[in-house]
């Protein structure tokens, strides 16, 4: 079955940069739209960047010109750079590959950006 596994969180300075990255196994990787969310305390999640099997990509208006998302078909990854990075950014991030009806999600990463 689909199963995605997120790394790269961890603690990062105000201004700093970041890189998580999505591992994608046991399906068919080019066919699945893969989304970057996140969730702070207390806070709904929200879609922080996706990208699509063709490479079309959708990005929060939070994050434009900060944060790129990528995705390398090759190895069945899905990154997201982070930069310039605000305390605001302090999540828990997860990443969810949909396709059709079908979607599955990441067990998540933290995130924490320190001011």
């Known amino acids: 079955q689909v199963q995605l596994v997120e790394s790269g969180g961890g603690l990062v300075q105000a201004g700093g940069s970041l890189r998580l990255s999505c591992a994608f196994s046991g399906g068919t990787f080019s066919i699945y739209k893969i989304g970057w969310y996140r969730q702070a305390p207390g806070k709904q999640r929200e879609l922080v960047a996706d990208i699509s099997g063709s490479g079309r990509i959708n990005y929060a208006d939070s994050v434009k010109g900060r944060f790129t998302i990528s995705r390398d078909n090759a190895k069945n990854t899905v990154d997201l750079q982070m930069s310039s990075l605000k305390s605001e950014d302090t999540a828990i991030y997860s990443c969810?590959?949909?396709?059709?009806?079908?979607?599955?999600w990441g067990q998540g990463t933290q995130v924490t950006v320190s001011s």
């Open positions: 969810n590959a949909q396709a059709f009806t079908f979607g599955v």
